[in-house]
């Protein structure tokens, strides 16, 4: 394992940062040009982001789609100087190369809440998927309560926020289905 070095304050471009990025150890995000440390996951969020990502790729797998979902690690690009790794994700479009950290064609996008993360981020983060043309849903799980929040993008380009409490979730595009319930009783 090699010893992280510490990061520049700032980075000019999400480019630049990925090619120092990809060596380090830690978990990080670049917020408009500064290197942001991620903290250290606990079991609760480690269950829920996993059966996320499982619930995902079964529905992917189940629909015939050839979209795939990617787990944390792979990042999201947000615009010239930021860059966020999201706790699970879907790619449609091309296959992306293996040797790439980068998600080119998000269509869904999943954050996990912890007790580090703060509305704020929830709030900018939300802002900024929504600029990729790409992305059509945004899904946040409260790891303190049984709830997960679907953002959706319509036809018309607005964005409409449901409350989900359980039950099936229909994801279109990419046309799949997932159920809520175990979801929220992951941890």
């Not at 990025?21 to 942001?36: F, S, T």
């Not at 929504?130 to 849903?137: A, D, E, I, T």
Request: proline share 7%.
């Amino acid at each position: 394992m090699s010893e992280m070095r510490k990061p520049p304050l700032r980075f000019e471009t999400t480019a630049a940062y990925l090619d120092w990025a990809v060596d380090q150890d830690a978990r990080m995000e670049l917020w408009d040009g500064e290197v942001v440390l991620m903290a250290p996951e606990r079991v609760g969020h480690a269950r829920v982001k996993g059966a996320v990502f499982r619930a995902l790729g079964d529905a992917l797998r189940a629909a015939g789609s050839d979209c795939e979902a990617l787990t944390d690690g792979v990042a999201v690009e947000v615009g010239r100087r930021s860059c966020y790794e999201p706790d699970a994700l879907v790619q449609c479009g091309p296959r992306l190369d293996p040797d790439t950290c980068v998600a080119t064609h998000p269509v869904i996008i999943v954050e996990v809440t912890s007790p580090s993360n703060n509305r704020q981020e929830m709030t900018r983060k939300f802002t900024d998927y929504f600029s990729l043309p790409s992305v059509q849903h945004y899904l946040i799980l409260h790891h303190d309560r049984p709830l997960l929040l679907h953002h959706q993008r319509g036809d018309d380009g607005t964005i409409r926020t449901a409350f989900v409490t359980g039950g099936a979730l229909l994801l279109d595009p990419p046309g799949i289905t997932i159920d809520v319930t175990p979801l929220l009783t992951a941890d």
